[in-house]
């Protein structure tokens, strides 16, 4: 009768039962390893995900570059220029993600903007969506570092269309919005 494990009660697993100094069934330890299993999995997800941004992030401007120099292109051969106007859907939903705008910023997106916003060579401005649509993010967008304005050469186009005779008004009075808010830290009121 001393071979019978019938009576012998539940096996426990090396820590006899306890954990976290508090009895646990069998179940319950398998719960609790799954949990912490979980909790490493999600960690490392997290920092997978920062990579992929990174890497989304670098595509998505790449991308817009080329656009912009294939619209460039186009207009100088004397064809609509319809490459930026195709992608920007795709574009504004990746640039309004709130969580990724400052890694767009620190990735160089606004010398981006930039040739988007540019005059064509034949002097005619880029397609009034796309002006609409990057002038609107561009008054959400907030931009600590002054130094990559400057850079990036962004605040020379939003003055261009400012002052162009062809733009339309809602776009002019975004445009001196934005100006004025760019420049207030410069002179300090």
Do not use: C
């Amino acid at each position: 009768s001393d071979d019978s494990s019938d009576d012998d009660g539940p096996v426990r697993n090396g820590d006899s039962g306890m954990t976290g100094g508090r009895l646990m069934s069998d179940f319950d330890m398998m719960l609790e390893t799954r949990r912490a299993e979980q909790r490493k999995r999600r960690k490392k997800k997290d920092i997978d995900l920062i990579n992929d941004n990174d890497d989304a992030i670098a595509r998505l401007i790449a991308d817009m570059r080329l656009a912009a120099r294939e619209d460039n292109d186009l207009n100088l051969n004397r064809q609509p220029a319809t490459r930026k106007i195709s992608m920007l859907k795709t574009v504004m939903s990746q640039l309004k993600k709130v969580d990724l705008q400052m890694a767009f910023v620190e990735a160089n997106v606004l010398s981006v903007m930039t040739d988007w916003l540019a005059p064509m060579p034949d002097k005619s401005l880029p397609s009034l969506e796309i002006r609409k649509e990057l002038l609107n993010l561009l008054s959400q967008l907030r931009i600590d570092d002054q130094s990559r304005l400057k850079e990036s050469g962004i605040g020379k186009a939003v003055m261009y269309l400012y002052k162009h005779p062809k733009e339309i008004k809602d776009n002019k009075r975004l445009a001196g919005i934005i100006i004025n808010n760019w420049s207030r830290p410069i002179f300090n009121k």
